[in-house]
C-alpha cells in the first residue's frame, strides 16, 4: 500500500502525468508494416499503440516487432515492409489503465514498461502515462516534502540511518 501522504503528493494533479491521445503517436492495424517503422523512426519511441478506426487500443508495435516479423519472411529486407500491415506483427496489450489515480497498479506496471496505456471502460485510447512523467513527479515530490508535511523518522529508523 501506498503511504497516503505520497499518493497525495503524487496525485496532486493526475492528468499531469497523462499524455493525452491526441498527441500520442500511433498506427492502425491496416497501416503497413512500412508506415509503422516510418512512426516508430520518427518519433523516437521503442514502441507505439495501434488502435481501431474509433479509437479502441488493440494492441502494440514496436521497432523490435518488425525486425522480428520480418526475420520469418522468406527472403526479409526491408523493401518487403510496405507488403505487410501493422496486423501482421503487432503485440497484444498486456497491461493498461482506465484509472489514472491507481498509482499502486500504475508503478508497478511501469517497473516492466516504459509506458502504460490509458483507456476509458470501453477501451476507447485517453492516452498513455510513461514512467518518464511519473519520475518527474516523484522528482517533485523528494524535492518539495518538506514544504507539505513535517518527516521526522521513527526511533529505530534513525538509529538504522545514523549506522
Not at 488502435?51 to 522480428?68: C, F, K, N, V
Amino acid at each position: 500500500m501506498i503511504d497516503p501522504a505520497v499518493e497525495q503528493m503524487l496525485l496532486k494533479d493526475p492528468k499531469s502525468y497523462v499524455i493525452s491521445a491526441d498527441v500520442v503517436a500511433n498506427v492502425t492495424a491496416t497501416n503497413t508494416l512500412e508506415h509503422a517503422f516510418m512512426v516508430l523512426s520518427k518519433v523516437g519511441y521503442s514502441r507505439i499503440p495501434v488502435l481501431t478506426p474509433d479509437d479502441r487500443l488493440q494492441g502494440m508495435i514496436s521497432l523490435a516487432a518488425i525486425s522480428e516479423y520480418l526475420l520469418h519472411v522468406p527472403g526479409a529486407a526491408v523493401e518487403q515492409l510496405s507488403r505487410y500491415t501493422v496486423a501482421d506483427a503487432m503485440l497484444p496489450v498486456n497491461r493498461w489503465v482506465s484509472d489514472p489515480t491507481k498509482l499502486e497498479t500504475i508503478l508497478n506496471y511501469l517497473v516492466d514498461e516504459p509506458f502504460i496505456p490509458l483507456v476509458d471502460d470501453d477501451k476507447v485510447f485517453q492516452g498513455i502515462i510513461t514512467r518518464r512523467e511519473l519520475l518527474k513527479r516523484i522528482n517533485f515530490m523528494a524535492h518539495n516534502l518538506h514544504k507539505y508535511y513535517d518527516v521526522t523518522a521513527k526511533e529505530r529508523v534513525a538509529d538504522q540511518v545514523e549506522k
